[in-house]
């Protein structure tokens, strides 16, 4: 059976974006969780990760032939095991694939801070002005995606796309940024997710906490170099 290495549930957003995707497919894993900080945090350089990732980075699913350490690498990997990561139709797949790829290679601002902290509750007034234009930019893509399909879901139906933008489901309510009434609702939809509620209850239970680093409100970087 695969075994998907995670980083603390809590602040591990990578991680949780393909486990998700698993969960979703229907696709049976074992888990490995490896509390994250101290020696070689930030750095790829964790014993406990690089003993189990080649990259020094988690999430990494670990093959009988080989581990896969990229989330969005995964997420390939299970739409080959299994229906219904991507959509069937050709235009909502394309979109849903090009708006993953844009979370999975962009909003550096957002992620330095409104790092994941789903224990976290706070208010923050003012954000840099590159963070504000992230966030920004992803209210308009969630808006967008929601008027051209309809929602619930991102693309009308839950898919990947959902699960790479679950994260900022949770930073959006850690920090309390105020949101257009469809994006919450998007918001509060994969909140809701039974298996999301799975991952938040664990969260809530872990007994480990990462020292703040760096940003305005959580911790600095989140999944050993993949925030």
Same mark, same amino acid.
């Given at each position: 059976?695969?075994?998907?290495?995670?980083?603390?549930? /809590?602040?591990? !957003?990578?991680?949780?974006?393909? &486990?998700?995707?698993?969960? *979703?497919?229907?696709?049976?894993?074992?888990? /490995?969780?490896? =509390?994250?900080?101290?020696?070689?945090?930030?750095?790829?350089?964790?014993? +406990?990760?690089?003993?189990?990732?080649?990259?020094?980075?988690?999430?990494?699913?670990?093959? =009988?032939?080989?581990?896969? %350490?990229?989330?969005? #690498?995964?997420?390939? *990997?299970?739409?080959?095991?299994?229906? $219904?990561? &991507?959509?069937?139709?050709?235009?909502?797949?394309?979109?849903?694939?090009?708006?993953?790829?844009?979370?999975? !290679? $962009?909003?550096?601002?957002?992620?330095?801070?409104?790092?994941? /902290?789903?224990?976290?509750?706070?208010?923050?007034?003012? *954000? @840099?002005?590159?963070?504000?234009?992230?966030? +920004?930019?992803?209210?308009?893509?969630?808006? #967008?995606?929601? #008027?051209?399909?309809?929602?619930? *879901?991102?693309?009308?139906?839950?898919? +990947?796309?959902?699960?790479?933008? %679950? @994260?900022?489901?949770?930073?959006?309510?850690?920090?309390?940024?105020?949101?257009?009434?469809?994006?919450? !609702?998007w918001c509060d939809t994969v909140l809701a997710? %039974?298996?999301?509620?799975?991952?938040?209850?664990?969260?809530? %239970?872990?007994?480990?906490?990462? =020292?703040?680093?760096?940003?305005?409100?959580?911790?600095?970087?989140?999944? /050993?170099?993949?925030?």
């Open positions: 059976m695969p075994i998907l290495h995670l980083g603390n549930r /809590n602040y591990s !957003s990578w991680s949780l974006r393909p &486990w998700l995707v698993l969960r *979703w497919a229907g696709i049976p894993f074992e888990e /490995n969780v490896i =509390p994250l900080g101290g020696e070689g945090y930030g750095k790829s350089r964790i014993p +406990a990760v690089r003993a189990v990732s080649p990259t020094g980075r988690v999430p990494a699913l670990a093959l =009988p032939d080989v581990t896969i %350490a990229d989330s969005l #690498a995964i997420t390939e *990997w299970a739409a080959e095991q299994a229906a $219904g990561v &991507w959509p069937a139709d050709p235009t909502r797949r394309a979109v849903a694939r090009s708006i993953a790829a844009e979370m999975h !290679s $962009g909003f550096a601002a957002l992620r330095r801070d409104l790092s994941m /902290n789903i224990r976290h509750r706070c208010t923050v007034e003012t *954000w @840099p002005g590159d963070t504000r234009a992230d966030i +920004a930019r992803v209210v308009d893509l969630v808006s #967008a995606t929601l #008027a051209r399909f309809g929602g619930p *879901w991102l693309v009308g139906e839950r898919s +990947a796309a959902d699960a790479f933008y %679950a @994260p900022i489901a949770t930073r959006f309510r850690t920090y309390d940024v105020a949101l257009p009434a469809e994006v919450q !609702s997710d %039974a298996d999301f509620r799975v991952w938040e209850a664990a969260a809530v %239970a872990e007994p480990w906490s990462i =020292p703040p680093v760096t940003g305005r409100g959580g911790q600095g970087s989140t999944t /050993n170099g993949q925030p």
